[in-house]
């Protein structure tokens, strides 16, 4: 990555889909700073962490929808999501926030997904922190990214002062908007990514806009939390109305757009440890 791709001016930066954040991240790291990564994935993988971990269920991300999922979670003793199309007649528990709430206790679920899953496991590959944010927990991810910041400037970082003398380098947050995939397997932005991107992104300026200054947020960033202005007194229509929206209702999935609108709802942040997001209740204000 070149450094005018980096955002390596800002603490918060943002960009899509894996392999972009990947970038972003493995840039941070060699330079020495700590890196939180918070990806967005609102229709669904991220709302359905969310609905788990509250739940009080371990998440495991898995990358491939295929029979090595199986195998995956037999080897956990854990549950399996299915594709929803799966369950549609006989139930259980898929990539759906809804069915998830409706299948009572669960202790280890694991959640294939070709863009939240992957995102969160290339990721952590590359050093990152990561947590999975949502419309649900907004507010709470960006209370737990202020102490994930205040205690990582307190630690002083990997990198210590810069190989050349330079400053030390500053923790970075990079905001992963995970997007959705077209038939071709090429990356589609989805807007509500954004718009969860850009709800994090505001509440977390929110907080830090008179300690951090100018510098706080990439262009890209504050483009993020911009768009999430114009829509945040109607996110439910929003949602609803957009193209994944449209595509989960009209499937006959309304429940999970109306789950994914719960803004706010919880105080819950799934943090990835050792494979797995489980729940960390933030602590607000």
């Not at 899953?117 to 737990?144: E, I, K, M, P, Y």
């Amino acid at each position: 990555m070149m450094p005018w791709h980096s955002q390596d001016r800002h603490v918060v930066r943002l960009d899509w889909g894996p392999g972009a954040a990947e970038d972003l991240t493995a840039y941070a790291v060699a330079a020495g700073s700590p890196v939180c990564a918070v990806v967005v994935d609102v229709l669904s993988f991220t709302t359905c962490v969310s609905v788990a971990v509250d739940a009080g269920t371990r998440v495991h991300p898995y990358r491939w929808k295929d029979a090595s999922a199986r195998t995956f979670a037999d080897g956990l003793g854990a549950t399996l999501a299915r594709p929803r199309s799966a369950t549609a007649v006989d139930g259980g528990v898929s990539l759906s926030p809804s069915s998830i709430r409706a299948a009572g206790p669960i202790g280890d679920l694991v959640l294939p997904s070709p863009n939240g899953s992957t995102t969160s496991a290339v990721l952590a590959g590359a050093g990152a922190d990561v947590v999975a944010a949502s419309l649900r927990n907004r507010s709470a991810v960006a209370a737990w990214l202020v102490d994930w910041l205040e205690s990582s400037r307190g630690s002083g970082g990997s990198g210590g002062s810069g190989g050349s003398g330079g400053p030390r380098a500053q923790p970075a947050v990079v905001v992963v908007p995970a997007g959705e995939r077209w038939p071709d397997g090429s990356l589609r932005p989805a807007v509500e990514d954004l718009w969860g991107a850009g709800a994090v992104i505001a509440a977390l300026a929110g907080r830090l806009e008179h300690r951090a200054g100018p510098l706080l947020l990439s262009p890209e960033a504050e483009a993020a939390g911009t768009t999430w202005l114009a829509v945040e007194d109607r996110i439910g229509e929003a949602l609803h109305a957009c193209a994944s929206g449209r595509e989960l209702v009209e499937q006959g999935w309304p429940d999970d757009v109306a789950v994914a609108a719960e803004l706010d709802a919880s105080d819950v942040v799934p943090v990835l440890t050792d494979g797995a997001f489980t729940g960390q209740v933030a602590k607000r204000d």
